[in-house]
């Protein structure tokens, strides 16, 4: 496997579940990210982390919690979610967070919320 | 703060035709530029980036982008489009030595007709 992985792809749930995301890096990169895109929206940062740690937390709700257990595998903690949380979440790496690197996306976990 | 602006949420172009993507960006900083591509029910894509070399920047399948201080601007063309190239493409900023956020814009899709 390379490149960044997310599973599941696809991800249908009610209000009441908890479910998780997983993402996964193969590239040795030390800062990942996760993304919120929604229909008609520029996509929105959610959280950073640099070497397993948060660097950023963009006021996101409470109902989304990440976890970073090493540098190559983030999860999106999931619960009491909102119709309005329906969107693609998108995973991202790359080698450091700061200087000219780029970001590696993954393709996502298209989430509905019933 | 940094912001980016795409003109054009929709361009359509016929095959064989000029490609041209607008951006136009806002740092109070060196920026770096980004293009990305996204094509159906996956990731992003990195095309190409701008890091304070070259101002004219070559990317993969064909594309460039310039990079024009005195306009703020950082527009995307590829001479010729082809089927393949429809889809919708991000172009994104960040400020110089700042942390992990890219600022990304409203993203625009692109059609091409043969």
């Known amino acids: 496997e390379t490149g960044v992985t997310q599973t599941p792809r696809h991800l249908v749930m009610g209000m009441t579940n908890k479910k998780s995301l997983k993402c996964e890096q193969h590239?040795?990169?030390?800062?990942m990210y996760w993304y919120k895109q929604s229909a008609k929206k520029p996509l929105e940062l959610m959280f950073v982390?640099?070497?397993?740690?948060?660097?950023e937390n963009n006021s996101v709700p409470s109902r989304f919690s990440p976890e970073c257990p090493n540098s190559s595998h983030l999860f999106l903690h999931l619960h009491t979610l909102q119709p309005e949380d329906s969107a693609l979440y998108l995973c991202?790496?790359?080698?450091?967070?700061?200087?000219?690197?780029?970001?590696?996306f993954g393709p996502g976990t298209r989430l509905t919320v019933t | 703060a940094q912001s980016v602006t795409q003109l054009g949420s929709h361009v359509s172009v016929s095959e064989g035709a000029l490609v041209l993507l607008r951006c136009n960006y806002s740092?109070?900083?060196?920026?770096?530029l980004f293009w990305y591509v996204q094509y159906p029910n996956q990731g992003l894509q990195l095309l190409l980036k701008?890091?304070?070399?070259?101002?004219l920047v070559k990317g993969i399948n064909g594309f460039e982008a310039e990079f024009k201080k005195s306009e703020t601007s950082f527009h995307l063309t590829k001479p010729s489009a082809h089927m393949s190239d429809a889809a919708e493409y991000f172009c994104?900023?960040?400020?110089?030595?700042?942390?992990?956020?890219?600022?990304f814009g409203q993203g625009t899709e692109l059609s091409v007709k043969p």
């Open positions: 991202a790496s790359s080698p450091g967070d700061r200087g000219q690197v780029e970001q590696y």
């Open positions: 701008y890091t304070s070399a070259a101002t």
């Open positions: 740092s109070s900083v060196p920026p770096y």
């Open positions: 590239l040795g990169h030390n800062a």
């Open positions: 982390y640099s070497l397993e740690e948060r660097v």
């Open positions: 994104a900023v960040r400020g110089y030595n700042q942390g992990g956020k890219l600022i």
